[in-house]
């Protein structure tokens, strides 16, 4: 069915198409039928996986940046997806960079984006995990705390929220984001990611530095070890690195995130390389990914093997653009593997794919 689609989503705008894909998923998703009926069609193996000290139905997730506001959790979940990762969340609302900020390179099968953390907001996702927090006047003169009451998960997914500063807060300050944010969404999440290393938030990737880093996560494995008080439950806490980095640049941020006792590493983001691209759009500014990405992507998950050397686990990222890239990953030694830009090239049957191959 998606070869047949491809075509004519191909033709809109890509931002258009996806935001038309995205609300099928979640329109799908919020019918217990549809939900079902596409349960069926793309149901696979069970491959389960033990990582971070959770469960996974199988090691494929989605990657942080398709569903920017966690409208379409059960819906990607009817997929086939053992992970849903949401996000980039901000703390507070952003419109993003300007339009255009999506392209397709189809003689590279790639894509290049600027979106810049678009988001509706830390309180708008939240109340899309938990309607409950719409609560009355009066318990809110009360000074009742909402955040957990009433949720319940949304799919059979592990749920990963991938969290990033705003754009107007300065990287010295950024710190008190990602704790409101990790205050706001540990109730929710499986694990949690900090996202250091978007190439599309001036000044973002600062906070790679060895120093900036530790500082960081260290407040933050603070702030988690209060709310795995309150919520008696413990919530992982990963880092997504940057392909870009030097390999002296590399192995002090893993350093850094080993120090302040995270709980596994996603490796990579988006590239700002445009080395071998045919494509007339190759100028446009923005993260890389797609197949051109799948060698670099691959050589920082080997460095990154190699240095942490079994102490958390890996997450790979980046390049997956089919069933034999995916499973070369996880033989590599990465514990799980996300996808984003296989499925605008490949369809949703990816997931199903992968599986059938392990």
Not at 87 to 107: C, D, M, V, W, Y
Not at 177 to 193: G, H, R, S, V
């Amino acid at each position: 069915m998606y070869n047949t689609l491809r075509p004519y989503l191909f033709r809109l705008d890509p931002e258009r198409a996806h935001s038309l894909t995205l609300n099928a998923l979640r329109l799908t998703g919020n019918f217990s039928l549809l939900r079902w009926l596409l349960e069926q069609q793309f149901k696979a193996p069970s491959k389960p996986v033990e990582a971070f000290g959770l469960t996974f139905k199988n090691p494929v997730g989605i990657a942080a940046g398709y569903d920017k506001d966690g409208t379409a959790i059960r819906g990607l979940s009817a997929l086939g997806f053992g992970h849903v990762e949401i996000g980039t969340i901000t703390l507070k609302p952003q419109a993003g960079n300007p339009s255009p900020r999506i392209f397709r390179l189809l003689e590279d099968e790639a894509v290049i984006n600027r979106m810049g953390f678009p988001s509706r907001g830390s309180e708008f996702v939240q109340m899309e995990l938990n309607p409950a927090l719409r609560m009355s006047l009066a318990e809110r003169i009360l000074g009742f705390d909402p955040r957990i009451r009433g949720f319940s998960r949304l799919s059979d997914a592990m749920l990963g929220i991938n969290l990033g500063k705003n754009k107007d807060t300065p990287n010295e300050e950024a710190v008190l984001d990602y704790l409101a944010l990790l205050q706001n969404f540990a109730p929710y999440a499986d694990y949690l990611t900090i996202n250091v290393s978007s190439p599309n938030t001036v000044g973002l990737r600062e906070l790679q530095g060895r120093a900036a880093l530790e500082s960081l996560l260290k407040h933050l494995h603070e702030q988690r070890v209060l709310e795995e008080k309150r919520h008696e439950k413990h919530v992982p806490i990963l880092v997504k690195l940057s392909p870009d980095m030097t390999s002296t640049e590399l192995d002090e941020a893993i350093e850094a995130i080993l120090n302040a006792k995270m709980d596994g590493i996603i490796v990579t983001n988006t590239t700002l390389g445009r080395d071998g691209l045919k494509s007339d759009l190759k100028g446009e500014s923005g993260g890389l990914s797609g197949s051109p990405l799948t060698v670099k992507s691959e050589a920082v998950l080997y460095q990154t093997l190699k240095r942490v050397n079994g102490a958390v686990p890996i997450v790979s990222a980046g390049g997956i653009m089919n069933p034999e890239d995916a499973k070369r990953r996880l033989e590599m030694g990465a514990a799980l593997v996300q996808i984003y830009t296989g499925l605008i090239y490949r369809g949703p049957g990816l997931v199903k794919q992968i599986l059938q191959a392990l």
